[in-house]
């Protein structure tokens, strides 16, 4: 991957008063559906599927609008050789950006150690999943910082206060650090209880269903 996951952009500026942006999943095969029903034989297919996608990417870049409203629009008001050339500056700026769930293991122990070096990240992940939101949902793209540092304020002040409402041994209980699964005090936890004999490439390997006889 190029781009760090955490610096990435939904959006690139052609320069010329235009944007590319990503799609979602459903736009991209609403793109395909919509180029399947232009071409009228397979050499068509491509030119069209390209325009369907522009027509859906291609925005101006002050009114963040489409600047064609279908792909019929786009054939008509681009010349092929436009149309390839910015469906594959988009898909180039896809691959960079949105690279999704095919990653190498070293690339995910990447992101991981990125993400956990940023305590800002981490902030808004726990915010966002306690409020079963997600990232690109609009009530999360409308929130600033300041509004995830508050959600986080009054969720400590919640803990608090329901720590105040406890005897001082259940709150000695509750703060002690506790395996999450049987609830032993992490005190009584001892070398005996790591399994040294597992092993990690192993696991992998057959988790991947390759033979390792």
């Known amino acids: 991957m190029g781009l760090s996951i955490l610096a990435q952009r939904d959006r690139i500026s052609l320069g010329n008063g235009f944007d590319l942006r990503l799609l979602s999943a459903l736009e991209a095969l609403q793109a395909r559906r919509e180029g399947a029903e232009l071409a009228r034989d397979g050499l068509e297919q491509a030119l069209c599927s390209n325009a369907c996608l522009l027509a859906r990417a291609l925005e101006g870049t002050e009114n963040r609008g489409p600047v064609f409203p279908d792909g019929r629009a786009v054939l008509a008001g681009l010349t092929a050789e436009e149309i390839a050339a910015l469906a594959a500056r988009w898909a180039a700026f896809s691959r960079e950006n949105d690279p999704g769930l095919e990653v ?26 306690q409020f079963h939101a997600l990232p690109t949902e609009e009530r999360a793209q409308s929130m600033k910082g300041r509004d995830y540092l508050w959600c986080l304020a009054n969720t400590l002040m919640d803990r608090e206060e ?36 597992f092993d990690l490439e192993r696991f992998e390997a057959l988790k991947e269903g390759k033979d390792l006889d």
């Open 104 to 129: 190498t293991g070293e690339e995910l122990e990447r992101i991981k150690e990125e993400l956990d070096g940023d305590p800002g990240q981490r902030l808004r992940w726990r915010v966002l999943r």
């Open 162 to 197: 329901a720590l105040g409402r406890l005897c001082p041994a259940c709150r000695i209980r509750t703060l002690e650090e506790r395996c999450a699964r049987c609830g032993r005090p992490a005190a009584e936890w001892g070398e005996s209880d790591s399994n040294t004999s």
